[in-house]
């Protein structure tokens, strides 16, 4: 059977709908006539009630001179699913000592999905539907049995740590610092280097978003310090916390963790990333160089953050996580 497509909707659409509509000064009966649709149907638009389709909202943003704004809202995601899939998963949580291999598989390829596409949507379009998937993997990882368990539990301890990464980079401060102090907790339970440092490397992004300097340190230190991180995270994590020290006006500690983030950065070249950071490589991790040096007043950060930028694969540079590092390269050549 075909899968079905999602559309997803930006939770912010139906006020943005309202803004441009009054912006116009268009009444809803003015704007339905202008397309040709009923003034109730617009009206449960802007409550939310309504979802809109890609069409409508490409239609509306024509006719609003939004600019691309109301459009890029509403996007229509590739299934990861089938129905039959669907179902299987369905009888799984109806009956968590039945689970099997095929459908942890099944759960760990939507939640690699989810990851793909937080590079191409904004977070807040991917929290509506990306929590209550992580709700269901983690409740039926609580209660499920059998051989596959313990492989359950670590998927849904990384879409733990994801769901956090999303909260963070919507700045929904205070439930990303809730639910990935819950990402610790599960992976130092699956005794899991790896994915406690990630979760770690998470909280000290949140922190640089805060303009925290101290902060920076402390969870980038942390990460870099978890034992069983991969060397790549070490590399990414020493780089970060290095741009910490920056901010603090500490020099002396910044180059030195700039040194040994060089001295990994040998070791973890033919390295493979970890399927739980997969974007990290040593030229990502330039662009963390290009941070640190901007703090330290260096001329080498905008070779860094532009080698970094261009080294990103063509489905991750315009994801939303990039914008703070091209800010940050304006301000290097500025």
């Known amino acids: 059977m075909p899968a079905r497509i999602r559309t997803v909707v930006d939770p912010r659409f139906p006020v943005e709908l309202a803004r441009f509509r009054t912006a116009r000064g268009l009444s809803l009966r003015d704007l339905a006539a202008l397309a040709h649709c009923g003034k109730s149907y617009l009206g449960d638009l802007e409550s939310g009630r309504t979802r809109p389709t890609c069409e409508a909202a490409t239609h509306l943003d024509d006719l609003l001179g939004a600019g691309g704004v109301l459009a890029a809202m509403v996007v229509d995601a590739p299934p990861v699913t089938t129905p039959d899939d669907d179902q299987r998963l369905a009888h799984v949580i109806a009956h968590p000592n039945r689970l099997d291999g095929e459908s942890v598989r099944l759960l760990a390829d939507v939640l690699a999905a989810q990851r793909r596409l937080d590079d191409a949507l904004p977070a807040p379009m991917m929290l509506p539907w990306s929590v209550p998937q992580w709700r269901t993997a983690h409740d039926l990882a ?15 301890a990384e879409w733990t740590q994801f769901v956090g990464w999303l909260h963070a980079e919507a700045r929904n401060d205070t439930e990303a610092v809730r639910v990935l102090a819950e990402a610790t907790e599960e992976a130092d339970a699956l005794d899991s280097g790896l994915l406690a440092a990630q979760a770690l490397n998470f909280r000290g992004y949140l922190e640089r978003q805060r303009g925290n300097p101290r902060g920076i340190v402390r969870y980038f230190l942390a990460a870099f310090h978890t034992p069983g991180a991969s060397p790549l ?17 500490d020099r002396t500690t910044a180059v030195r963790l700039l040194g ?21 490589s040593p030229t990502f991790s330039r662009m963390g ?17 532009r080698a970094g930028l261009a080294g990103l694969p063509a489905d991750q540079r315009d994801a939303e996580w990039t914008h703070e590092y091209r800010r940050a390269l304006v301000s290097a050549t500025g």
């Open 289 to 305: 160089l290009g941070l640190a040096y901007l703090a330290l007043g260096d001329r080498t950060a905008a070779d860094n953050l």
């Open 142 to 156: 609580v209660n499920a049995r059998g051989a596959h368990a313990d492989a359950l539990r670590e998927v849904a």
């Open 233 to 249: 995270q070490r590399v990414g994590d020493a780089i970060q916390a290095a741009h910490g020290y920056a901010l603090l006006g």
């Open 260 to 280: 040994e983030a060089s001295d990994l950065t040998e070791s973890a070249e033919d390295a493979e990333p970890p399927g739980a950071a997969y974007w990290l």
